[in-house]
């Protein structure tokens, strides 16, 4: 069974600050997203990733994928309040057809100013 | 762009009714793909339907069952409900493409709670 897991599960910080969550498979994925999602609403989409050692960037936000596409990770430099929020990884399931994704718990996030 | 929009927002049911759940994809959008989000597991799979049929099902029991409609329109079922069952419901729409990136366009989900 394909399993994403994500740490830490929690993380506090203050504004200003830099942080990093990763996200670590036993299982080669073929690309791996990032969506943060907010209190009440659903995961957003932030990037997605498929080459091995692909490193993207989106503003203060970068997303690394492992050379051997078993685990990424996001770094966000100078965090802000704005950044708070749950934070998941997922992958398309190896055997699964369609569009089906696996999701890690993800990381709770939360920056205060 | 319009984007996924799921109906109701909000539900409290009690244990052994049933509840059907809507989902309005993106236009254009042919997979419609429903998640089950809870504290404890996290967002789960629970089945995707393409061009109104079930194309793949997640590990849940037989009570949860999903169509999809020509317009691509969906809705999913719950019967014989359980306390267990109280989550956020997703919603997410595709265009339909399998393969290595399968980017998901996720509504705001409905919250269920079952009494």
């Known amino acids: 069974t394909q399993l994403l897991e994500q740490s830490p599960q929690f993380l506090s910080i203050q504004e200003g600050e830099n942080l990093t969550v990763y996200c670590n498979s036993s299982?080669?994925?073929?690309?791996l997203q990032w969506y943060r999602q907010e209190p009440g609403e659903g995961p957003v989409l932030l990037v997605t990733?498929?080459?091995?050692?692909e490193v993207k960037k989106l503003k203060r936000l970068t997303f690394q994928f492992g050379d051997a596409r078993k685990d990424s990770s996001l770094h966000i430099t100078a965090a802000q309040p704005g950044d708070t929020g749950l934070y998941l990884c997922a992958g398309p399931g190896s055997n699964q057809a369609g569009t089906a994704l696996i999701f890690g718990k993800g990381t709770t996030l939360s920056v205060s100013s | 762009k319009a984007g996924v929009t799921q109906t109701p927002r909000y539900l409290i049911k009690t244990r052994g009714q049933q509840v059907t759940l809507s989902c309005s994809p993106i236009s254009g959008h042919r997979s419609v793909s429903w998640y089950q989000q809870t504290p404890g597991q996290g967002l789960q799979f629970l089945f995707e339907y393409f061009s109104e049929t079930q194309r793949n099902k997640g590990n849940f029991p037989g009570r949860f069952s999903g169509r999809q409609f020509s317009n691509s329109r969906s809705e999913m079922n719950v019967s014989t409900l359980e306390l267990g069952d109280s989550a956020l419901y997703l919603c997410a729409s595709s265009p339909g493409t399998s393969g290595r990136i399968r980017e998901q366009f996720f509504g705001p989900g409905t919250r269920l709670t079952v009494l």
């Open positions: 990733v498929v080459t091995g050692g």
């Open positions: 299982s080669v994925f073929s690309s």
